[in-house]
């Protein structure tokens, strides 16, 4: 693609007019750069910490869910979630769900692009939602097809949101999703999240 056409398709998909698209090169990348956490997050942390911004992040040993899908874009495809969302944010507060959720009155950089809410308010502002449970019910899969790249969303029976990232498919075990979900970045099967509640599935447009 030439650099031209690459800033004219780049800057659709930050206005959210770039239509969704198979994921291409853009879904191998993002899982490869997922998988390379594993043993490199050993733990989890949802304390609230001050970070850099741009590019900011908390030391990699540790972290929660969405910074595993943060840090695959940052690594596989050079985005910055931060950026990415804090700009929208700034622009449209009302359209994320921070003021009703968490009492906020502005934007916080060093916490919104690490809240699941806020990440699937962006994903579906870029044009990248896939498809949106109606209302989420315990043991619901997400309709085929799921690309090795793609962005899932649950409700945990906890009451808890999560995110992963879809690994690919092992031929014995089904496909695998990439997450941190309590013992740093770990490989699980998606079948093994049915008691939960499938609530979203994105893909970045290519």
């Known amino acids: 693609m030439k ?43 949802p304390t609230w910490m001050a970070i850099p911004y741009p590019n900011g992040d908390v030391p990699r040993s540790t972290g929660v869910c969405a910074d595993v899908v943060i840090r695959a874009a940052r690594d596989g495809l050079g985005l910055d979630l931060q950026k990415l969302v804090h700009k929208d944010m700034a622009k449209n ?55 090795a790249g793609d962005i899932l969303t649950w409700l945990l029976v906890s009451g808890q949101t999560h995110i992963g990232m879809v690994a690919g498919t092992d031929p014995l075990l089904g496909m695998q999703v990439i997450h941190n979900i309590g013992r740093g970045v770990e490989q699980t099967p998606l079948a093994a999240f049915r008691p939960n509640h499938a609530v979203g599935h994105y893909r970045w447009p290519a």
């Open 3 to 45: 650099r031209r056409e690459f800033l004219a398709s780049f800057a659709a998909f930050i206005a959210g007019a770039q239509p969704l698209a198979a994921a291409g090169a853009n879904g191998p990348r993002l899982a490869a750069a997922a998988r390379a956490q594993i043993g490199v997050t050993t733990s989890y942390d």
């Open 93 to 147: 507060f009302d359209a994320y769900p921070a003021r009703k959720a968490w009492g906020q009155k502005r934007t916080d950089t060093n916490i919104d692009h690490r809240r699941v809410l806020n990440l699937q308010a962006y994903f579906q502002r870029a044009g990248a939602q896939l498809w949106l449970a109606a209302k989420p019910a315990a043991g619901d899969g997400f309709p085929p097809p799921i690309e």
